[in-house]
């Protein structure tokens, strides 16, 4: 299993640029979320989704939008880039049916954005 | 307050034990967790606590559960180089998207 793969590693964007961040699963997670990690305040949830076509917001949603067509899929677009959006993206994704009583979040490598 | 918060920099040497510490917000939270950052990757489960234990032990991790005080803890005992890194303490309030997330400690260990 390749776990939760992300791309790309790293991207820079102007202002107002749209772009997607890819994500996906192998392990057929039905739990899958999107955070952002920014320097002195931890994750934070951006959008998350406990099924193919089922999405709901977290946290942080504003700028961002997502779907969930597939299991195995989950990308996060940005519409109109802004230099706050500036962060390290993290995809994750629990396994609900059968999983651990603890669920463990199997994070992806991440995908630092650099907006000018 | 809303945040659970942790220390930003903790600086031990190798072979000694480091202490870890994460204050957290909801008493009602299930699960507690040690999440392990590299440098460049994703961030790791380390370990866990269920509420109702108030200390795990796995190998050289002691994790140690306050929760009149909502003080989490994480002992790591021989303390190596390749334990560097930044350590997350996480609360799961009640839901896959209620886990709630610390600043992040970055351990540094000098050989």
């Known amino acids: 299993n390749a776990g939760v793969t992300q791309t790309p590693k790293f991207q820079v964007l102007k202002t107002g640029q749209s772009m997607t961040l890819q994500c996906a699963q192998d392990?057929?997670?039905?739990?899958m979320s999107w955070y952002r990690q920014d320097p002195g305040m931890g994750l934070r949830l951006i959008h998350y989704?406990?099924?193919?076509?089922?999405?709901d917001q977290g946290e942080v949603p504003n700028g961002y939008n997502v779907s969930r067509s597939t299991t195995e899929d989950f990308p996060l677009r940005l519409l109109s880039a802004a230099p706050s959006q500036t962060s390290v993206y993290f995809c994750?994704?629990?396994?609900?049916?059968?999983?651990?009583?603890?669920?463990?979040?199997?994070f992806g490598p991440g995908t630092r954005l650099t907006v000018l | 307050g809303e945040d659970v918060e942790q220390s930003l920099f903790l600086s031990v040497r190798e072979g000694d034990s480091s202490v870890i510490n994460c204050t957290y917000t909801d008493s009602s939270s299930t699960y507690l967790y040690w999440y392990k950052q590299e440098p460049g990757a994703g961030l790791q489960l380390l370990t866990y606590?269920?509420?109702?234990?108030d200390m795990k032990q796995d190998q050289r991790l002691t994790v140690l559960l306050n929760k009149k005080d909502k003080h989490l803890s994480l002992r790591i005992a021989d303390t190596q180089t390749g334990d560097s890194a930044i350590y997350f303490c996480?609360?799961?309030?009640?839901?896959?998207?209620?886990?709630?997330f610390g600043t992040g400690t970055k351990l540094q260990v000098i050989p």
């Open positions: 989704s406990v099924g193919a076509g089922i999405t």
């Open positions: 392990m057929n997670h039905e739990y």
């Open positions: 996480a609360e799961n309030r009640g839901g896959y998207q209620k886990v709630t």
């Open positions: 606590i269920f509420s109702n234990m």
């Open positions: 994750a994704s629990i396994g609900l049916a059968g999983g651990t009583s603890y669920n463990e979040q199997f």
